[in-house]
């Protein structure tokens, strides 16, 4: 059974840096695109960004476009999103999810229900 585990949440200022890291087990990371979404309180929630299984191609949704990073190591099971330049609107809880087939491309809005696999989350909070 695939499992996700998310860490690396935390407190930090705004205009600091974060990066939150999502390790798949059960299976193997090649056989899957994996999409960061987002949370924040009373809010839907946001597909932020997406690296597809394949040839790497990446997804960011337009708020966070130069400013957060994706990448991933297929021999660590690992997906990492660098965020950088952080404000108190990215303060949210932030989820990874696994897809065995959507392809990551700048023009496609990242949809939680394109996602099967989802990890249980990490807080990521931009306060002074």
């Known amino acids: 059974q695939l499992q996700l585990v998310e860490s690396g949440g935390g407190l930090v200022q705004p205009g600091g840096s974060l990066r939150v890291s999502c390790v798949v087990s059960?299976?193997?990371?090649?056989?899957?695109?994996i999409g960061w979404f987002r949370q924040a309180p009373g809010k839907e929630l946001e597909g932020v960004s997406c690296?597809?299984?394949?040839?790497?191609?990446?997804a960011y949704v337009d708020s966070v476009k130069g400013r957060f990073t994706i990448s991933r190591d297929n021999a660590k099971n690992t997906v990492y999103l660098q965020m950088n330049s952080l404000k108190p609107e990215d303060t949210a809880v932030y989820y990874c999810a696994a897809s065995g087939y959507y392809y990551c491309s700048g023009s496609r809005r990242i949809r939680p229900i394109d996602f099967g696999s989802w990890g249980q989350g990490t807080q990521v909070t931009v306060s002074s």
């Open positions: 690296i597809s299984k394949n040839d790497g191609s990446t």
């Open positions: 059960g299976s193997t990371l090649n056989y899957y695109s």
